[in-house]
């Protein structure tokens, strides 16, 4: 079975400095996908960034970067000039044919 | 882009009563959708996978008799809680996987959830 890991409960960024949150994953599978999801106060579940497997390019998406080292298993999300609005819960995920796991969250506080 | 909508945002049901959950693709068709389960600052668990016009798989200790999902159509799938106990409160979430391409590169969109109080 697929693991997720994110081993850092709590982050605190200053705001427009940058942070990186990050995620280790477990599997066999050779063709799967990676995400990072952001879920607000609100709970609604927000698509931050995904990241193909077979892709070697790191996938950007504006402030949000990863860095995706696919033999450590590696998936770190880098967050740019940081805004108040980031602060959040942020959740890896992996994704194979059919089913989404997720990691246990990390949450982002940012500091005016 | 496309929606998921989930109702009712919030339900307050007796114990011992059923409550129902509905979660519906708005503007896309979706032969799978997924029930998550969410506890207070804790993550997503997946409870089962549902398939249109078959049985739902459920994961591993979720009581398939207690959670009843039905997928009818492919835009809507709904949860029922029955005879609900306080123990069943949470935070429920679908997600919706859109048809279209290779399954696995398939965009999957979550619904608002919906908060369960049994009283």
């Known amino acids: 079975a697929q693991t997720v890991t994110q081993s850092q409960p709590e982050m605190s960024v200053q705001e427009a400095e940058t942070v990186t949150l990050s995620c280790t994953y477990d599997t066999s599978e050779s063709d799967y996908y990676l995400f990072w999801y952001k879920q607000p106060p609100s709970r609604q579940m927000i698509l931050v960034i995904r990241?193909?497997?077979?892709?070697?390019q790191n996938a950007t998406e504006n402030r949000f970067s990863v860095n995706f080292q696919k033999a450590a298993k590696s998936f770190s999300l880098k967050i740019s000039d940081s805004q108040l609005g980031d602060a959040a819960m942020y959740f890896c995920?992996?994704?194979?044919?059919?089913?989404?796991?997720f990691g246990k969250g990390t949450l982002l506080t940012v500091n005016p | 882009g496309a929606v998921v909508s989930q109702h009712p945002s919030r339900v307050i049901c007796k114990s011992g009563t059923s409550v129902k959950i509905e979660c519906r693709s708005l503007d896309f068709q979706a032969t799978t959708m997924f029930w998550y389960r969410q506890f207070p600052k804790q993550s997503l668990m997946l409870m089962a996978t549902?398939?249109?016009?078959?049985?739902?798989?459920?994961e591993q200790g979720v009581e398939k008799d207690k959670f009843l999902i039905n997928h009818a159509s492919l835009t809507l799938s709904t949860l029922t809680v029955t005879s609900a106990h306080p123990e069943d409160s949470s935070f429920y979430i679908c997600?919706?996987?859109?048809?279209?391409?290779?399954?696995?590169?398939?965009?999957?969109?979550f619904g608002e959830g919906s908060w369960l109080t049994v009283v």
């Open positions: 997600s919706a996987r859109e048809n279209a391409g290779h399954a696995s590169g398939n965009t999957i969109y």
């Open positions: 995920a992996y994704r194979s044919r059919y089913k989404l796991t």
């Open positions: 990241q193909e497997a077979y892709k070697q």
């Open positions: 549902s398939n249109e016009g078959s049985k739902a798989t459920y």
